[in-house]
């Protein structure tokens, strides 16, 4: 599918789509749990129904009841000998874990861009756990046998918390005494949505400063009624989208979450944006923009809005953490650049910094969305303060974590026209 577009003020109010990040684990828990678990605000993204398929094949009953999803189920009790997780990176982090607690042997495997991220981890970690594992060189399939034993462990956590996260979960299910010890932990607070998770399903991990993770009793998940948060990491391009072309009121944002992309509101307003800021609501409006320093390390998710955010300003802004987009759906850090540039921004990358050079013009062009989702909406907010139509291919790359987007943008008042097939992977 290829969408166009055009150059526009942006004006009017939307809601806040769900969480992916919170949805996929809330399925995990339900999974992990006995009994049946009501998730309210239920996403349905492509990363989320593909929690949602792991989970029935992991054992548990799912059913979608009015705007609610129903999970009922008695704990992993594997239907098949494999499970696919799609494209989500988090999806076969968490549930290769999970999946090990069964005592059997199970293929893992996904499709489009997570056959190319790296899963060697699993090979190193998962046997001290009694787990054996075999993949393709480090890549998926995945063939693990376990069950897991939960036990004291050492990992390392530079490359993705997502590791971290899964095998949390599984340890939360049958640990009585452990500790997870992790050495230069990334993206922390992806672990504290995770153990705020856990604990809304009746399981407490002690985090001694996100560097020790202590198990202290036999625990086991409650099925329980869970709302999904509104996302802020695809709020982020509406509220930069704002800030750029006009003025947004987006709901369901909580401000207190743990999500670590509600740090966009931090660009924004070194930026100079005009910002609102309710308890739920977050009204952003277009002033005179300034560059600005960021670090994203811990919130690698954000560089492409803040990139879209910084095309905009005049000057050259500095954003700190490329090191952490190489295995994203893409090489972001390259992608950016490469997409970027196409619409007439330079962007230098030095190291771990990004420099972004701002406030030149942003040229109509046609741009490729590397079949990532977050390159094709930073793409189209861009688009909106170009001098001509921006065309992206491959634009249904959103359908991965936010597939109302292009509606969204629409509903405040940009024009955006798609055509063709949606190109599936
Ligand atoms: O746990 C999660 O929900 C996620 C963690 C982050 O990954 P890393 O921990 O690899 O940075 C983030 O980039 C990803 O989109 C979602
Ligand atoms: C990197 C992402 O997701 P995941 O790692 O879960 O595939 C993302 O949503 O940008």
Redesign the pocket.
């Known amino acids: 599918m290829i969408a166009t577009i055009q150059p526009g003020h942006i004006s009017g109010n939307v809601t806040a789509n769900p969480s ?2 919170a949805m ?2 809330a399925v995990a828990a339900a999974l992990l749990a006995t009994g049946r678990t009501v998730i309210r605000n239920p996403g349905l993204s492509n990363d989320c129904l593909a929690a949602l398929e792991v989970a029935e094949n992991l054992g548990a009953m799912v059913k979608r009841v009015g705007e609610e999803i129903h999970i009922t189920s008695k704990g992993v009790a594997p239907f098949y000998d494999e499970i696919n997780c799609g494209e989500s ?2 999806g076969i982090r968490m549930f290769t874990p999970i999946t090990a607690l069964a005592d059997r042997t199970i293929t893992i495997s996904g499709h489009g861009s997570l056959v190319t991220r790296p899963m060697d981890f699993f090979e190193q970690v998962l046997p001290q756990l009694g787990v054996s594992v075999k993949s393709n060189g480090g890549k998926l399939p995945l063939e693990i046998k376990g069950p897991l034993q939960a036990k004291d462990i050492t990992i390392d956590g530079s ?4 590791f971290l ?1 899964g095998l949390l979960m599984a340890f939360g299910s049958v640990a009585e005494k452990a500790t997870i010890t992790v050495d230069n932990l ?2 922390k607070p ?1 672990i504290a ?2 153990l705020q998770l856990m604990e809304h399903f009746g399981v407490k991990v002690k985090n001694e400063n996100f560097e020790k993770f202590h198990f202290e009793r036999a625990q086991s998940y409650r099925a329980c009624e869970y709302t999904v948060e509104g996302d802020w ?1 695809g709020a982020a391009f509406l509220l930069v989208a704002a800030a750029v072309a006009g003025k947004a009121e987006v709901h369901h944002l909580n401000t207190q979450s743990a999500q670590s992309d509600k740090a966009i509101m931090e660009a924004l307003e070194k930026a100079g944006a005009d910002i609102l800021p309710g308890m739920f609501t977050i009204i952003v409006g277009k002033s005179g923009l300034q560059p600005f320093e960021i670090d994203a390390t811990d919130c ?2 954000l560089f492409p809005p803040l990139v879209a955010l910084a095309a905009n300003c005049k000057g050259t802004t500095v954003i700190k953490g490329v090191s ?1 987009l190489a295995h ?1 759906e893409s090489d972001r850090g390259l992608t950016l650049q490469q997409e970027f540039g196409k619409m007439g921004i330079r962007i230098d990358l030095d190291g771990d910094l990004m420099h972004v050079h701002g406030g030149t013009g942003i040229k109509g062009a046609r741009v490729f969305s590397h079949n990532d989702h977050r390159i094709a909406m930073a793409c189209a907010v861009a688009a909106l303060t170009a001098d001509g139509p921006v065309t992206i291919d491959n634009a249904e790359a959103i359908n991965k974590s936010y597939p109302e987007f292009y509606d969204h943008l629409q509903q405040l008042g940009a024009t955006v026209a798609t055509e063709g097939e949606t190109v599936k992977h």
């Open positions: 992916k990040s996929q684990r990176g988090l490359l993705s918390s997502q996260t990334k993206s992806y949505l995770t990491s690698p998710d952490r994203k």
